[in-house]
């Protein structure tokens, strides 16, 4: 019986892959699903998270992996840092650097109207929260997390050395 063993650097290229894409799913599926529309620092967020997901994905296909995983975790990471400058802001430790923002979703007709009815998404209240943590700043704790241990899986990478188990 042969056992497929994860090296550090597939476990790291799996990471750098699910962790944007499992955030990201999160937040289209809290605003499409749940009505929890973006302010203009959660799209800040999103961004370095579509940026990682190409990074990773062409990990699986093109070599060196090292350095596109490392990009890939980069972009991770500086998504959690903005992350964890905007849960500052919602929970008022500082000011934020931008005025609210709106979305306006215009399934035809009037442009003025929509525009008027359009919610005011605030960038300082945070419009939902688990065990007193808003999504932002869930979205720091598990990206700047995940972004440090897809480094730290790169480093390891030719320094650790699995075996499978023997054959019994």
């Not at 990471?15 to 937040?27: E, R, S």
């Not at 005011?120 to 990206?143: E, M």
Request: charged content about 10%; proline content about 7%.
């Amino acid at each position: 019986m042969t056992v497929a063993v994860a090296t550090p650097l597939r476990a790291a290229r799996l990471l750098a892959l699910a962790i944007p894409l499992a955030l990201l799913g999160g937040a289209y599926l809290s605003q499409y699903g749940f009505g929890l529309y973006p302010c203009e620092m959660c799209w800040w967020q999103r961004y370095p998270h579509m940026i990682a997901i190409p990074f990773a994905l062409l990990a699986f296909f093109w070599r060196p992996v090292a350095p596109l995983v490392a990009i890939a975790a980069l972009a991770v990471l500086v998504s959690g840092l903005i992350g964890g400058f905007h849960a500052g802001v919602e929970y008022g430790w500082w000011h934020g650097v931008t005025a609210c923002t709106a979305s306006v979703f215009d399934g035809g007709g009037d442009p003025l109207a929509a525009i008027m009815k359009a919610p005011v998404i605030r960038c300082d209240v945070a419009p939902w929260d688990l065990w007193g943590i808003s999504l932002a700043g869930w979205n720091f704790l598990i990206s700047t997390g995940g972004a440090l241990l897809v480094f730290t899986l790169i480093a390891m990478n030719g320094k650790v050395q699995l075996t499978a188990p023997e054959k019994v």
